[in-house]
Each structure stands twice: as structure tokens, then as C-alpha cells.
């Protein structure tokens, strides 16, 4: 029994022997009144005091309430931040982009639950038990807030199917034409010889869309091409450029790269809109042309006779001198550089493709080089499953959203040619980034001619088709 309930307990029965026997302070039980007066003051101040200790001591502190209401108060705004810029956004969950776990929200977290989770203690006045139950809930929202996203990203995946059915309504038919008509990746070694010297004497690496803008500014100036069939190569071209670009965003990280895809970018924009490759109209060189090997050995000359100021250092080059050094090792290629296609098929040796071009079959050096193109843009979309799966874990909950469904919707575009593409045979590089980059493969490629003159038939599928039903199940 405590001392309040000791004193509570005194002082009743004190009443009752006051009003039932009328006691007073005589000589013969004075003493004993004396005493059991004395023991009721002594219990009277001890229950006062330890009351009073109690009230102060189990009373929260008004700073911490303080302090308490302060971080609740900027917790519930910036969630009910999220919630509004989710619904103004059309979000698939609430993005946590203004309340977001970080250092100084958990910190204002730790105070906003010092009520529920520190004074374990019981409240003695409702209000008190009001605050630490408030606070409790409060609690609990948090972690909803927080917890929400991952679950509604982890089950809501009926969008990641919608995306890829868009996807699969928007394939890329031209593409699909001109990467059948790849039957190995010898391309990627024959469109530059190392016989050919670079225009400034300094060697640029290569980049996949580059030498596939080179190689269609080439293709568009021959002589007697039907327009139907440039169109086709054009719009073939520019839907694989998209995906080419992506692995190159992706995967061509190393900084010689950038100013070279740039070149690719600013040519492409010329050719694509005005059949002009820098400043040189493409349709006029056809018209003028008399055979392939004319044109080519004019547009090796366009190139190597172009104005420009070369810097100390080749990575801030100007973008046409870069595009011209392309231009000119290329062309000089076609025309030149045979000695390394001698030892391959009619079809495709270089020897036959010259003979062609001085008897002037413009035609089937047109079909050489979409071959070529065809061979470079298969070898780089091997690449592409491993960019879809990067782009599924590529950033943070709030940015993954557009990541994701892009990802899907690649998914759906290109998973017919990908399925195609995995039985190809890819080089045994020594890492994988290796496989990003289009150098990487000529050198390979030239070193093991005879693995990559025809299709893979031994049942050796490449890694790609691993990624891409991973990828397949993650959406």
C-alpha cells in the first residue's frame, strides 16, 4: 500500500471516530489520541510531498512537447507534400521526394517519437495519454509512408505490362528488314582498315553511331540508287540509331567518347533532314557521279581537304574535323583496302566489291554497305539487354518510375530482335564492358575472322539472352 493510500485510509477513519464516539483530548486517552495524531500529520506531509513528486515527475516536460509538436507538424506537411505531388502527377505510388529517410529526417523523426518510444511510463492525465497515443499513430503513418512505395512498386506491375504492349505495337519494322540482312558480324571489322591513315595523322576510336552515319552518307551518295531505297535505308538507319544511341549512353562512358558521339549526332541531324553531310549535298554527289569508285574517291577527297582548326588535344576537336577523319578512313577503305577480304566468300570480299564498283554495279555496293551497317547494329544492340536491366535499379524510388516503364516498353519493341540476335556467337572478351565498345570488337573480330563468317549454329547463345528473360521478369 502506498503512502497516499496510507494517509487516504487514516484520514477516513479519523472521521469516523470523530462523528460515531465524539473523542476528545481527555486525560486518559490523550496519549493515545497524541499519537495517532501525530503518526496522521507524519503521513499527511509524506503523502503531500510524494504527490507532488509524482505530479511533476510524471508530467511530460512542456519542451519536449514543444519539441515534439514542432517535428510532427513539419513530418505530416512534407508527406502530405508527397501525397499531393503524387496525385498532381499521376504517380503509381506516392514518391517520396519531400519526406525522404535521410539524416535530417530522421533526426526530426527521433524527437517526433520520443512520447511513444522513450517514456514507456504511464500519463496521469487523459490529455497526457491523448499525446503518447497520438504520437503512436503518428508513428505508424510514418512507416506506412515509407513502406508504401516499395509495396505498391513490388505488386503494381500491371503498368510494366501495359508499357510492354506498347512497346510491341511500336517495333521497329525498317530495323528489323535491315538487321536480317546481317548474316555475321564481319562488318564491324571490315568498315576500317588499319592500312588507311587518319586525315590529321592522330587516331580517334570509333563509336557505333558514327561509323553507321558514315557508312549511310556513303551509301546515299552512290549513283543510280532507286529512292525507295534510300528512304528505306534512311528510316532503317534512324529507328536503329535510337537504341544505338542508348548503349552508348549507357555503356560508352569513357570521356574520349563524348565528343565523338556528338559528331555522330550533329552528321546524323544533316543527313536525316537534308541529305547533307556537313555541308556537302549527298543527292547532288549522286547525280554527278559516274560509278561507285568515283564517288568514293570524292568523298575521300570532300574529307580530307576539309577546313578546320586541330586542336592539341584531339578530344576537343571540332565536330565536322572529327566526322571528316570518319569520312575519309572509311571511304579510303572501301575503295583501298581489300587485301583482308580476300580470304572470304564472293558475297562479301572486299576484291568483289571493288570489281562491282568499276563495272559500275552502284546496286550491289548499296546492298554491301547496308550489310555492313546491318552487321555493326546487331553487334552493338547485343549490348541492349544489360542498358533494360541497368535502367531497372539505374536511380533512386523517386526517379525509378520513368526508368522502369522505359525499360519495359524497350522490352516489348525490341524482344523479337533480341531473340534473334542471342543464338550470335559474341567475342570472349575479358570483361563485359569490352562488349560496349565497337574497337574493341574489330580487334577481335579481325583476329578471329573464321568464328564470325556465319551465323552461330553450335548452340552457343550469347549472354544477352540470360539478361533478357531476367530483364522479361522483372517487368
Known amino acids: 500500500m502506498s503512502v497516499c493510500d496510507e494517509y487516504y485510509e487514516w484520514k477516513w477513519n479519523a472521521i469516523n471516530l470523530r462523528k460515531n464516539y465524539n473523542l476528545s483530548c481527555s486525560n486518559d486517552n490523550y496519549l493515545s489520541q497524541q499519537d495517532s495524531c501525530n503518526t496522521y500529520n507524519e503521513i499527511s506531509d509524506a503523502c503531500c510531498f510524494d504527490h507532488g513528486v509524482n505530479k511533476q515527475y510524471a508530467s511530460p516536460m512542456p519542451w519536449i512537447g514543444i519539441y515534439v509538436a514542432a517535428a510532427s507538424l513539419v513530418c505530416s506537411l512534407t508527406m502530405a507534400a508527397n501525397v499531393f505531388h503524387g ?170 567518347m563524348v565528343n565523338i558521339r556528338n559528331a555522330a549526332d550533329s552528321v546524323w541531324l544533316g543527313v536525316d533532314v537534308f541529305r547533307m553531310w556537313l555541308n556537302e549535298d549527298l543527292r547532288k554527289i549522286a547525280r554527278e557521279g559516274i560509278n561507285s569508285a568515283e564517288t568514293l574517291k570524292k568523298l575521300a577527297d570532300i574529307a580530307k581537304n576539309m577546313n578546320g582548326d586541330p586542336k592539341e588535344d584531339p578530344l576537343n576537336w571540332p565536330i565536322n574535323l572529327i566526322a571528316a577523319n570518319s569520312m575519309y578512313r572509311i571511304s579510303q577503305t572501301v575503295l583501298q583496302d581489300h587485301e583482308d577480304w580476300t580470304h572470304q566468300t564472293d558475297e562479301t570480299a572486299m576484291t568483289s566489291i571493288l570489281l562491282q564498283a568499276h563495272e559500275g554495279s552502284n546496286e550491289t555496293l548499296f546492298e554491301q554497305l547496308s550489310i555492313m551497317i546491318a552487321d555493326i547494329l546487331c553487334a552493338c544492340l547485343t549490348n541492349l539487354p544489360r542498358v533494360i536491366n541497368m535502367k531497372f535499379f539505374c536511380c533512386g524510388v523517386e526517379k525509378r518510375e520513368n526508368s522502369v516503364l522505359h525499360a519495359a516498353q524497350l522490352i516489348g519493341e525490341m524482344e523479337e530482335i533480341l531473340k534473334i ?39 552457343t547463345s550469347s549472354s544477352g539472352s540470360a539478361v533478357l528473360v531476367k530483364c522479361r521478369r522483372l517487368a
Open 87 to 256: 496525385f498532381s502527377h499521376r504517380k503509381l505510388w506516392f514518391p517520396c521526394r519531400f519526406f525522404t529517410l535521410n539524416a535530417a529526417y530522421l533526426t526530426l523523426l527521433g524527437v517526433a517519437m520520443k512520447l511513444p518510444v522513450d517514456l514507456s511510463a504511464g500519463m496521469p492525465t487523459p490529455v497526457d495519454q491523448l499525446a503518447k497515443l497520438t504520437s503512436t499513430t503518428f508513428m505508424c503513418t510514418v512507416i506506412g509512408e515509407e513502406e508504401l512505395p516499395l509495396q505498391i512498386m513490388k505488386n503494381n506491375w500491371d503498368a510494366t505490362d501495359h508499357f510492354i504492349q506498347k512497346g510491341e505495337k511500336r517495333r521497329p519494322k525498317f530495323l528489323k528488314e535491315l538487321l536480317d540482312k546481317s548474316t555475321s558480324f564481319m562488318g564491324v571489322a571490315r568498315f576500317d582498315s588499319d592500312k588507311v591513315s587518319s586525315v590529321y595523322f592522330v587516331e580517334f576510336p570509333n563509336c557505333w553511331s558514327l561509323a553507321v552515319v558514315t557508312l549511310t552518307s556513303i551509301a546515299i551518295a552512290l549513283p543510280n540508287i532507286k529512292d525507295d531505297k534510300v528512304k528505306w535505308l534512311i528510316r532503317s538507319v534512324s529507328e536503329g540509331l535510337v537504341y544505338a544511341k542508348l548503349v552508348e549512353k549507357f555503356l560508352n562512358v569513357r570521356s574520349d
Open 421 to 459: 540476335l542471342q543464338e550470335r556467337k559474341l567475342p570472349s572478351l575479358d570483361t563485359a564492358d569490352k562488349l560496349a565498345y565497337i574497337d574493341e570488337w574489330r580487334d577481335y573480330v579481325k583476329a578471329n575472322p573464321v568464328a564470325f563468317t556465319s551465323l552461330n549454329n553450335d548452340g
